[in-house]
């Protein structure tokens, strides 16, 4: 058996100095004393700083008592101490000098940010606190309470709030109850103070952090690969968009397409918009959404250019079959595209896809004369003259630079249009 332990030589110099500087006296004089309580002198108590060990356990419970009762030494220096002279009976020493504090059993976190009361007393309105209620019990994604100014709604809010938080109530019970108040600062409650609201109030990890970083990672991981292609093809779009044409860009169709946006619709990453009840559907990103899908694209580099592509050809299919058999529809089809239209061409244009950008631009050419666009006409045409005139599309080029004069004519731009015809007439013939 070993007679020697560094870390007990290190805690005990460690008790020897607490004690001399609590007491204003010097090492020596300490271990002076300690050798004569132990029976031993002072240069035995400077072997044991050394390391050496105590022959018999009543020198260490002498000198772990010394460095607790008049060092004020704690409970881990004595744990540590005992182990390292192997003390018997640790534990029972361990409790005698430094009693483990009480275990007070913590109550049940309740999560709520309830106001306090603006009232003394609360008015019970029976039906009203029942339609509330009952209202709560559904499932539904808003109840609303609605009245004149003055006459309890926000009061009433509050006590049922306060109610479902009660394990024995009237009102459906609850986990947690967040506040969010526009009065204080009217108009200034967006989606973010929301969300900071509800993770601060939840004790939520991710509050102390990036809040939607952490909110948006957690729902990617409850999305199967059908629901991550919609959502990174919704990207392309920079506002709402159709169902058939969000299907199309994704490559996500029929019964999986729709079991992929009512998730994640149910998850908040996309939102529906119906102008009418009769009115087909549109998808939307919400801004911060869009950011997020935006740097998870980046490892879906062949999707992005894929859901362009994609969605082109499901447009171009559209103009083409209305030509066949409806050519007053292709305005029709223009406007309801119009945003998505001009982002591709630009995305076309520059990354340099000189044949998609023409296909798609003289297909689509009279969305320019759309009022929304109007300002657009000629830089979109000149766009069209120098990409035909870099692939070396002759007839593409006359056919632009003949859009271009008549528009500078109409604009009255006259030396403008006699510049775009003498370059027409430099083009070779088609």
Known sequence: MKHRNEAFGRLLKAGIA???????????????????????????????????????????????????????LGREWLQRFLHAARYPFADQLLDALCPA?????????????????????????????????????????????????????????????????????AAPPFDAVVWVSDNDRPGTTNLSTILDTVALTLDYPAARSDLFADLFS???????????????????????VTSEALAAAADVQGFTFDCAAERLIDLALIDLQQERLTSPPRYVLHPL???????????WLQLDVAAREQWAAYLLGLITTARE??????????????????????????????????????RTEMLWDISVFAEERIPQAERALAVALQVGDAGVALRASLRLARLYSFYRKLDAALAAFARRAALPAE
């Open 101 to 169: 504090p009480l275990a007070r059993p913590r109550p049940p976190r309740i999560y709520e940010n309830l106001p306090a009361p603006t009232y003394s007393q609360f008015v019970m309105r029976p039906q009203a606190f029942a339609e509330v209620c009952d209202g709560l019990a559904q499932r539904t994604a808003v109840v609303l309470i609605v009245g004149l100014g003055g006459n309890g709604k926000t009061s009433l809010a509050r006590e049922v709030a306060a109610r479902t938080l009660q394990v024995q109530g």
């Open 289 to 299: 959404v869009r950011a997020f899908a935006l740097a998870q694209l980046r490892e």
């Open 18 to 72: 607490s004690i001399a500087n609590c007491e204003g006296r010097t090492a020596s004089v300490i271990e002076e004393q300690l050798g004569s309580v132990i029976g031993v002198s002072g240069d035995t108590v400077q072997r044991y700083k050394t390391g050496h060990l105590p022959p018999d356990d009543v020198a260490v419970k002498i000198l772990a008592e010394a460095a607790v009762q008049r060092g004020f």
């Open 325 to 362: 058999e409806n050519a007053g529809r292709i305005p029709g089809i223009l406007d309801t595209h119009a945003h998505q239209i001009r982002a591709y061409l630009d995305w076309a244009y520059h990354t340099e896809r000189w044949g998609a950008f023409l296909d798609c631009y003289w």
């Open 218 to 240: 957690r729902a990617w991981t409850l999305l199967d690969e059908a629901a991550r292609r919609v959502l990174l093809a919704l990207t392309i779009f920079p506002t709402s």
